[in-house]
């Protein structure tokens, strides 16, 4: 069975940046849906950035549009997600999921469409 494994998470002050990698076992180059989601202390689980793999076409949620960059590796079926100034609300546990989308290049912002999910990562913003 495939697996999913997310690096990069820890501890930063508000203003900074971190890396997010996900590799996958298996893969991932052609007509997959890679998203980064996250969830927060109290809250539900939101999706934050996804792409389809190729063509690479990139989706951002609001609250991270214009800080954040997700990216790909198909070599090394690995997806980024590039955070930069990182807000106190950025604060949570990040995972990462995968979904092969035959005849569509939309990726959903739902984790609950994704059939791989990793474990997560946790982030950690401080004022």
């Known amino acids: 069975q495939g697996r999913l494994v997310e690096s990069g998470g820890g501890s930063v002050q508000a203003g900074g940046s971190l890396r997010l990698a996900c590799e996958a076992s298996?893969?991932?180059?052609?007509?997959?849906?890679m998203g980064w989601f996250r969830q927060a202390p109290g809250k539900a689980r939101e999706g934050i950035a996804t792409?389809?793999?190729?063509?690479?076409?990139?989706r951002y949620a609001d609250s991270v549009k214009g800080r954040f960059s997700i990216s790909l590796d198909n070599t090394k079926n690995t997806v980024f997600l590039q955070m930069d100034s990182l807000q106190l609300e950025d604060t949570g546990m990040y995972y990462c999921?995968?979904?092969?989308?035959?005849?569509?290049?939309?990726?959903?912002?739902?984790?609950?469409?994704?059939?791989?999910r990793g474990q997560g990562t946790q982030v950690t913003v401080s004022s």
């Open positions: 298996w893969n991932t180059g052609s007509q997959y849906c």
């Open positions: 792409i389809y793999t190729s063509p690479q076409i990139p």
């Open positions: 999921a995968a979904q092969w989308t035959p005849g569509t290049r939309y990726c959903s912002m739902t984790i609950e469409n994704y059939f791989a």
